[in-house]
């Protein structure tokens, strides 16, 4: 037990002193969820809109009255078809309504600048959303769900935490034990008294201590700053991220027992699992509009169960047992890394 705790100590003031793995482990996650959170946005504001109304009624004032008190439009004016038209072929204006009057109910086209989809399809379910209230009709969609505002942070924090841990915790496991092979100290302690369990144990547990400080640092930035709806799911949430933590800590031991030298480790660590997370575990892009040979390739990056099932519980407000799936996923992941990762930490000279 001395040992062990010598082992965890000396970790400790290692991460203390490194100014490099500060760097990494602390600065990294909050830069990354405060740029996506904020500065990477998908949302839609300022759309500037311009209204074309055949015949006033109490219902077009009301709809026209809803646009202009709306944070998200800058309401343009009124005009004629023929000025929307013009408006979005010079760029003067995102998007143009056009309100007619029949029999006392009014109904409605929303002309949008499809340029750029993402603004045209954002801004029109905005606008949409808007007029209903102002109880006009509704064609095709009557409500969002989970995310109303269409906040991108909603879409992006899982997916922060799925790319951070698995980052972070690999590259600080594997680094961290490659370079005690590089200098030499890994061959006096395997060749000790000491157990290789109890070497690799002292080695994981700072980091997964560490890496709590991390997950708290971030639901605090997440829940108070972004704007997540808290819930009591949020218990479930930190044991999912203690479980993908785990699991994250695994592939970093295993990382070490292949490579020889700290840039080796580091290069595999953050490149060759970066990539994947980003693309392939659906952070970014929905793996059902993937084709289907990705898609089953998907199906061994674990950001993809963590990420799906933390979307359950933070946007969903979701409990554990509707992420049962990606959770025994993920425990399968870890039993099976984690005994790879020892053995071949056993056997290694």
Request: charged fraction near 15%; glycine fraction near 6%.
């Amino acid at each position: 037990m001395s040992t062990l705790k010598s082992i965890i100590r000396k970790e400790f003031l290692h991460i203390v002193r490194d100014s490099r793995t500060s760097v990494i482990t602390v600065m990294m996650p909050l830069v990354l969820l405060l740029l996506f959170g904020f500065a990477i946005s998908t949302e839609v504001n300022d759309v500037r809109v311009i209204a074309s109304v055949d015949r006033h009624t109490p219902q077009t004032r009301l709809m026209l009255k809803r646009i202009e008190a709306d944070g998200y439009f800058t309401f343009l004016g009124p005009g004629t078809p023929a000025e929307i038209e013009d408006a979005l072929r010079k760029g003067t204006a995102d998007a143009g309504i056009v309100i007619k009057d029949r029999d006392g109910k009014a109904d409605y086209q929303i002309i949008a600048d499809a340029s750029n989809p993402n603004m045209a399809s954002t801004a029109a379910a905005y606008i949409q959303g808007t007029l209903e209230g102002a109880g006009a009709p509704s064609p095709v969609i009557s409500r969002t769900l989970y995310n109303p505002q269409l906040r991108s942070s909603y879409n992006f924090v899982p997916g922060i935490m799925g790319m951070i841990f698995i980052l972070v915790c690999a590259i600080m496991t594997s680094v961290s034990i490659v370079r005690e092979k590089e200098a030499g100290t890994m061959n006096l302690l395997l060749v000790s008294p000491v157990r290789p369990a109890t070497v690799i144990i002292g080695k994981l547990i700072p980091y997964f201590i560490l890496s709590c400080v991390i997950l708290a640092v971030m639901l605090g930035i997440s829940y108070g700053v972004l704007g997540i709806p808290l819930s009591e799911s949020v218990v479930d949430v930190v044991l999912l991220t203690l479980l993908y933590i785990l699991l994250s800590l695994s592939i970093g031991l295993l990382v070490s027992t292949i490579v020889r030298t700290q840039l080796a480790a580091l290069l595999v660590s953050a490149v060759i699992f970066m990539m994947p997370v980003i693309f392939l575990s659906g952070m970014l892009f929905p793996i059902d509009n993937m084709p289907r040979i990705i898609q089953h390739i998907s199906c061994v990056i674990p950001a993809r169960w963590y990420i799906s099932a933390l979307r359950k519980m933070m946007i969903q407000q979701l409990g554990f047992r509707h992420a049962l799936q990606e959770t025994a996923i993920l425990a399968g992941m870890t039993v099976v890394i984690l005994t790879v990762a020892i053995r071949k930490f056993n056997t290694k000279d």
